[in-house]
T-cell receptor, first 114, second 111 residues
Framework: SAVISQKPSRDICQRGTSLTIQCQVD?????MFWYRQQPGQSLTLIAT?????????ESGFVIDKFPISRPNLTFSTLTVSNMSPEDSSIYLC???????????FGPGTRLTVL | GQQLNQSPQSMFIQEGEDVSMNCTSS?????WLWYKQDPGEGPVLLIA?????ELTSNGRLTAQFGITRKDSFLNISASIPSDVGIYFC???????????FGSGTKLNVKP
């Protein structure tokens, strides 16, 4: 398995501001992902963070709103830009690791936008 | 897009009872994963299934990969209060890295 840490664990932000969430993995992984989980909902994939190239975004998510960096095989950041209360969610970093490429999750970042 | 139907949406059971939940998809899946999420935490992987018909156990948990490759179930035997949480299924198709997630089953266990 992989051990994943995220910072910050939670934050309360004002609308119109931006927040950058960091994800650190204890081993090199090829595939890293960012998910959003709105209150009481399931997980929605935002994008795949590609090392050395632009992230691959899912339908409904755009780079201007959710810029992603992946400078190496153990680290990624997700920025939530120009936030509104609708962005209040848990944001989860995920990686594929292990002999069968199981998917593991970080502890999440709980974001509240006022 | 890919549809994953998970049921039931929620369950209220007595401690000691057995629990069963399942997921069905509209497409054939290559891998099924089952997760548990506690409040304020990220999902934790419980069981991974890779072959049609595969039956895998993890303590009191047992999961099966349906032979049609379009469904999977998770059973919890002799439930205890710490089983409370939300259980998610997830599956992916061959040669696709993306996993699709079910809507979750919220389990409540009364002591």
């Amino acid at each position: 398995s992989a051990v994943i840490s995220q910072k910050p664990s939670r934050d309360i932000c004002q609308r119109g501001t931006s927040l950058t969430i960091q994800c650190q993995v204890d081993s090199q992984v090829t595939m890293m992902f960012w998910y959003r989980q709105q209150p009481g909902q399931s997980l929605t994939l935002i994008a795949t963070a590609n090392q050395g190239s632009e992230a691959t975004y899912e339908s409904g998510f755009v780079i201007d709103k959710f810029p992603i960096s992946r400078p190496n095989l153990t680290f990624s950041t997700l920025t939530v830009s120009n936030m509104s209360p609708e962005d209040s969610s848990i944001y989860l970093c995920s990686v594929q690791a292990g002999p069968s490429n199981e998917q593991f999750f970080g502890p999440g970042t709980r974001l509240t936008v006022l | 897009g890919q549809q994953l139907n998970q049921s039931p949406q929620s369950m209220f059971i007595q401690e000691g009872e057995d629990v069963s939940m399942n997921c069905t998809s509209s497409s054939i899946f290559n891998t099924w994963l089952w997760y548990k999420q506690d409040p304020g935490e990220g999902p934790v992987l419980l069981i991974a299934l890779y072959k049609a018909g595969e039956l895998t156990s993890n303590g009191r948990l047992t999961a099966q990969f349906g032979i049609t490759r379009k469904d999977s179930f998770l059973n919890i035997s002799a439930s205890i209060p710490s089983d409370v949480g939300i259980y998610f299924c997830a599956g992916n198709r061959y040669n696709f890295n993306k996993f699709y997630f079910g809507s979750g089953t919220k389990l409540n266990v009364k002591p």
